[in-house]
């Protein structure tokens, strides 16, 4: 049987809600598909430019880098033990004569004390021309003449090529020693341990700055800047790709 009103005309079925005009059921409708597939496209170009021109520039700003390093801004190697040996007994001044025979560079031979013999034995482990120029420096008596013969041997006679920067450490660290077991109030004495600390400083990376090392080279500037720039960017849009993903996942609730 029908159902039918009391008037006797057919139950009307209740009207099932219409959707909304451009809705597509829930989808999202082919436009807005199009236009976020767009997006999208244009940053994954964005995105290979940027990290290429970081990778490659990057590159180019780091081995530049790295070469002025080497060049200029070189550790100091270790010394061997007897180095720091030879520096203790240096420091005293000297109140006699020699006994201890030594050959120069020269060919000369000449007496050492006990302290600068050993100073000279323990640079003779290293190299011999070192220590026979040492021999020589410290066989000075005069105390501007010392003092510029220790100058000359690490100034003058140690190669800056990076394969002798043991022998410059010992080098200077034996002549620095030398130095100070001189008059401090002679001005040659004070003129050799202000230069002699300046050649060690220009040579290696310590914490006195070196007065003729040159700034680091305009390609690290021009590489590495835009280097940096791209890392940013890739940053930011990383950042912001993040935040959109964060929204459409967890949707705040309508205060309505």
Do not use: N
């Not at 021999?135 to 990076?162: S, T």
């Not at 100070?180 to 004495?189: D, H, K, S």
Request: one cysteine or more.
């Amino acid at each position: 049987m029908s159902s039918r009103e009391p008037s006797g005309e057919p139950r009307s079925r209740p009207s099932e809600p219409a959707s909304e005009p451009g809705s597509g059921g829930g989808r999202a409708a082919p436009g807005a598909s199009q236009g976020r597939a767009a997006r999208w496209g244009v940053r994954a170009r964005a995105v290979v430019v940027l990290l290429a021109l970081a990778l490659s520039l990057g590159a180019v700003a780091a081995v530049a880098f790295q070469r002025y390093v080497s060049v200029h801004l070189r550790a100091p190697p270790k010394v061997p033990t007897c180095v720091r040996g030879a520096r203790v007994a240096l420091r005293k001044p000297v109140e006699a004569s020699g006994t201890e025979p030594r050959l120069t560079a020269a060919g000369e031979t000449v007496y050492l004390t006990p302290g600068e013999d050993r100073a000279v034995a323990c640079a003779f482990q290293l190299d011999e021309a070192l220590s026979r120029r040492l021999a020589g420096a410290l066989a000075e008596h005069d105390p501007d003449q010392r003092a510029a013969r220790l100058l000359e041997v690490v100034r003058d006679h140690v190669p800056a090529e990076p394969a002798h920067d043991r022998v410059a450490v010992a080098a200077y660290m034996m002549a620095s020693a030398a130095l100070r077991a001189l008059p401090a109030e002679v001005p040659a004495v004070r003129a050799a341990s202000e230069s002699l600390e300046q050649v060690h400083a220009c040579r290696f990376r310590t914490r006195r700055p070196c007065s003729t090392r040159p700034s680091l080279p305009a390609l690290v500037w021009l590489a590495g800047i835009p280097a940096a720039l791209s890392w940013l960017a890739l940053l930011g849009i990383g950042l912001a790709a993040s935040a959109a993903r964060y929204r459409r996942r967890d949707p705040r609730p309508d205060p309505g």
